[in-house]
C-alpha cells in the first residue's frame, strides 16, 4: 500500500499532475465540492482564535494538502470574514512528496509555506487540519485462518501480483469469535504520523476529517471483509493488487486508536461527530448572511446524510491550556 500510493515515481499520489480527487478524477472530497466547505472551516478555526484571545500570530497547519483546494478556499476568506484574522495568518502546509511540495509551492506561491516533515515547523499558536489524510495511511492486512491471525503479504509470480500469508502467526487482541476467511485491516503506524505532528504547537486545536468508526464498530465479527478498499474513475473495487500506483486505496479510519494515540501523545480529545452536525453548527452566522443558491446546494451536499453528512466524522482535539470553543457554543 504505501508503495502503491506513494513511490517517489509511480506512486498514486506522486503525480500531481493526474487528477485523483475531482470529478474528472478517480473520487470526490469535501473539499471538491466547492469553497464552502473551506469558508466553513475557517469560520471554525476564526472562533477558536477569537476565543483564545486573538492573538497576533495565528498558524494553520493543513497536512496532506494535496492540490492546494482547501488551501486557497480558505485564505481567498479569510479577509472578508475578518481581516484582522488574515492579517494574524501564516498558513503552512506539510506534505511529505517532493513533486507535490513542488506543485503547490507553484499553485500558492507566497501565499503559504511549503515543508516536508512536520518537524520543519514549530509554532506558538494554532490549528492543524488535515482532510481525507488518516484513510490514506498504509495499513497491515489480517487473515484469520485455523483459528490464528496471520498478516497478509503480497507476493509476484513473474506475471501477476498475488496474496500470500506470512508464515508466523500474530497476537491480535480484537474482541470476538471470528471465523475463518475473516479479513480485517491493522491501524496505520499513528506514532509515527501523530508524534510530530503533536510537537508542532505549544498550543492548539487539531481537526482531522475522515470517514471511519470505533474498534468495537471496525472489529465486528460482521465486517468480515475489513474496509480497505480502492478507487478508480468513480467506481469503487476490492482489488488492491490491481493497477498498482493507478487506483487509490484507503480504509476506514479507527477513531478508537486515533483517540488513545493522541492522548499518549498528551492531546486531549473533545469530539467525534458526524460532519453533517459538526457544519450545521459552523453554519449558524454564515447562512444568516445570504449564501447564493450555488453555496446553498454545495452546504446541503455536504451535510446530507446520503452524501457526505453521515458517512464522514470531525475528530477535534486539543493541546495545552486553551478554550476549545465548540462551534454550536
Ligand atoms: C486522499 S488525499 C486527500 C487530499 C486532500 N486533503 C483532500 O481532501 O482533497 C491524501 C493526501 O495525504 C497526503 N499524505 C499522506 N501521508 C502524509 C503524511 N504523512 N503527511 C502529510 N501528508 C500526507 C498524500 O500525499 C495525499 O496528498
Not at 471554525?44 to 496532506?64: C, L, M, Y
Not at 494535496?66 to 476568506?77: E, P, T
Not at 493507478?246 to 467525534?272: K, P
Request: one cysteine or more; glycine letters at 8%.
Amino acid at each position: 500500500m504505501a508503495e502503491c500510493l506513494y513511490h517517489p515515481t509511480h506512486g498514486y499520489y506522486s503525480r500531481p499532475e493526474t487528477p485523483t480527487a475531482s470529478k474528472e478524477g478517480d473520487f470526490m472530497t469535501s473539499i471538491s465540492v466547492g469553497p464552502v466547505f473551506g469558508q466553513l472551516l475557517a469560520r471554525r478555526f476564526h472562533k477558536f482564535w477569537t476565543a483564545n484571545g486573538s492573538p497576533d500570530s495565528f498558524t494553520i497547519v493543513e497536512i496532506g494538502a494535496h492540490d492546494g483546494a482547501l488551501a486557497l478556499d480558505i485564505l481567498d476568506y479569510l479577509p472578508a470574514l475578518d481581516p484582522q484574522f488574515a492579517k494574524a495568518t501564516h498558513y503552512v502546509i506539510s506534505e511529505p512528496l517532493p513533486q507535490r511540495c513542488l506543485f503547490l509551492q507553484d499553485r500558492l506561491g507566497e501565499r503559504a509555506t511549503i515543508i516536508s516533515k512536520p518537524k520543519d515547523i514549530q509554532a506558538k499558536f494554532g490549528v492543524l487540519v488535515a482532510n481525507e489524510v488518516l484513510d490514506a495511511l498504509p495499513v497491515p492486512l489480517y487473515l484469520r485462518t485455523q483459528n490464528e491471525w496471520r498478516e497478509a503479504a503480497v507476493d509476484h509470480d513473474g506475471k501477476a501480483f498475488q496474496w500470500a500469508t506470512l508464515p508466523d502467526p500474530i497476537d491480535l487482541s480484537y474482541d470476538g469469535d471470528f471465523p475463518d476467511g475473516f479479513v480485517t485491516e491493522g491501524d496505520p503506524d499513528l506514532n509515527s504520523f501523530l508524534g510530530p505532528l503533536s510537537e508542532i504547537f505549544e498550543k492548539g486545536l487539531f481537526t482531522f476529517i475522515d470517514y471511519g468508526m470505533d474498534e468495537a464498530s471496525l472489529h465486528h465479527p460482521a465486517r468480515s471483509a475489513g474496509t480497505l478498499r480502492c478507487y478508480r474513475n468513480h467506481q469503487s473495487n476490492a482489488h488492491p493488487l490491481d493497477f498498482p500506483g493507478e487506483q487509490d486505496l484507503t480504509e476506514d479510519v479507527n477513531f478508537t486508536s486515533v483517540e488513545n494515540a493522541a492522548r499518549d501523545l498528551g492531546l486531549t480529545q473533545h469530539l467525534v461527530t458526524a460532519q453533517g452536525r459538526f457544519l450545521v453548527h459552523c453554519a449558524k452566522e454564515w447562512l444568516l448572511k445570504s449564501p447564493s443558491p450555488g453555496e446553498v446546494s454545495q452546504f446541503q451536499t455536504l451535510i446530507h446524510p446520503g452524501q457526505f453528512g453521515n458517512r464522514f466524522y470531525f475528530c477535534e482535539l486539543t493541546k495545552g491550556d486553551v478554550d476549545y470553543a465548540f462551534p454550536g457554543d
